[in-house]
């Protein structure tokens, strides 16, 4: 039960193991609110894919937007209203906004796709076709 008082003495529960992991990881020095999303980008080809942990959003809270050369995924918790405040001990779960871009230099962003499903937003990005030059026979005159 005292694992649950939010007062700082510091007794080893797991609230205390978690708060020490995120201040001695790499989002120690930008504010445990607003991590951005963790990417992989993967080879696959004719196309990247693209893969970003955002777990907690709701595919409606979800933009991607396309500028020029530039992707942008950006999201955003909105708080609920109606929700009621009284009766936390501890409340660590926040709302906020992320936003990360991408340089699609190289990429046909008219054929982008994506899909969002338990927390993971994928993104495949095929690669503009290089085109080759046609061969052509010289005639000798």
């Known amino acids: 039960m005292f694992d649950l008082i939010p007062f700082e003495h510091r007794n080893g529960s797991i609230f205390d193991?978690?708060?020490?992991?995120?201040?001695?990881?790499?989002?120690?020095?930008?504010?445990?609110?607003y991590a951005p999303c963790r990417t992989d980008i993967i080879d696959k080809g004719d196309k990247y894919q693209l893969k970003a942990d955002m777990p907690g959003?709701?595919?409606?809270?979800?933009?991607?937007?396309?500028q020029?050369?530039?992707?942008?995924?950006?999201?955003?918790?909105?708080?609920?209203?109606?929700?009621?405040?009284?009766?936390?001990?501890?409340?660590?779960?926040?709302?906020?906004?992320?936003?990360?871009?991408?340089?699609i230099e190289g990429i046909d962003a008219d054929r982008i796709t994506a899909a969002y499903k338990?927390?993971?937003?994928?993104?495949?990005?095929?690669?503009?076709?290089?085109?080759q030059p046609q061969g052509r026979k010289v005639q000798i005159h």
């Open 68 to 103: 020029g050369d530039q992707l942008t995924i950006s999201a955003e918790h909105k708080e609920e209203a109606n929700e009621d405040k009284k009766g936390f001990v501890r409340r660590e779960r926040r709302y906020g906004a992320l936003s990360r871009s991408f340089d």
């Open 17 to 33: 193991t978690f708060d020490r992991m995120m201040n001695d990881s790499f989002f120690g020095g930008l504010g445990n609110e």
């Open 118 to 131: 338990n927390g993971v937003l994928q993104l495949d990005l095929p690669k503009v076709e290089k085109s």
């Open 57 to 66: 959003f709701n595919k409606e809270d979800i933009n991607i937007d396309v």
